[in-house]
T-cell receptor, first 107, second 112 residues
Framework: KNEVEQSPQNLTAQEGEFITINCSYS?????LHWLQQHPGGGIVSLFM???GKKKHGRLIATINIQEKHSSLHITASHPRDSAVYIC?????????FGAGTRLTVKP | NAGVTQTPKFQVLKTGQSMTLQCAQD?????MYWYRQDPGMGLRLIYY???????DKGEVPNGYNVSRLNKREFSLRLESAAPSQTSVYFC???????????FGPGTRLTVL
């Protein structure tokens, strides 16, 4: 069993839909990261959180430390949100990654 | 600011050859990281440097060496390349433990 599990692996949505990507981890962590990998391969950090909830524009990330679970939500999805979303558990620099969720948003 | 830069962008090696992947950041970050990304495996940490002068092994360090040359630069060396090291390599940096990471554009390495 992987230390960081993401679901679903693939997700197709219609433009405007509310999207949820889930991440569960079995290791001890000091923080949880959400990353976005564009179709061209570049990786950008979306969130780093250790408790509660963070919001950037249409993106919301939550974490439940007791349940070892985090979610990434996208409201009013748009085709430009199509990418691979990756969660990572951060144990003081020892990073462990999920396999990623490939999101396709159709117009 | 260029952010995190990596050279080369692409490289083809023969089994047994050696090479060094270069990474540099201009954000005065303390910590730097090397990852590999393989289809179906996701990203995996090879080595990291929490601060200038220190390096530590990650999840998959075998077959690699690193050098934190100065605060800006962190290189990854393959002494004797193997086909199993065919991958996309990403360098990243951040100010410290409470900060997000910035990623370089990646190096696509093929070992024949």
């Amino acid at each position: 069993k992987n230390e960081v599990e993401q679901s679903p692996q693939n997700l197709t949505a219609q433009e405007g839909e509310f999207i949820t990507i889930n991440c569960s981890y079995s290791v001890g962590i000091s923080a949880l990261h959400w990353l976005q990998q564009h179709p061209g391969g570049g990786i950008v950090s979306l969130f780093m959180l250790s408790s509660g909830k963070k919001k950037h524009g249409r993106l919301i990330a939550t974490i439940n430390i007791q349940e070892k679970h985090s979610s990434l939500h996208i409201t009013a999805s748009h085709p430009r949100d199509s990418a691979v979303y990756i969660c990572a558990g951060d144990n003081n620099n020892d990073m462990r990654f999920g396999a990623g969720t490939r999101l396709t948003v159709k117009p | 600011n260029a952010g995190v830069t990596q050279t080369p962008k692409f490289q083809v090696l023969k089994t047994g050859q050696s090479m060094t992947l270069q990474c540099a950041q201009d954000m005065n970050h303390n910590s730097m990281y090397w990852y590999r990304q393989d289809p179906g495996m996701g990203l995996r940490l090879i080595y990291y440097s929490a601060s200038e002068g220190t390096t530590d092994k990650g999840e998959v360090p075998n077959g690699y060496n690193v050098s934190r040359l100065n605060k800006r630069e962190f290189s990854l060396r393959l002494e004797s390349a193997a086909p199993s090291q065919t991958s996309v390599y990403f360098c990243a940096s951040r100010q410290g433990l409470n900060n997000e990471q910035f990623f370089g554009p990646g190096t696509r390495l093929t070992v024949l």
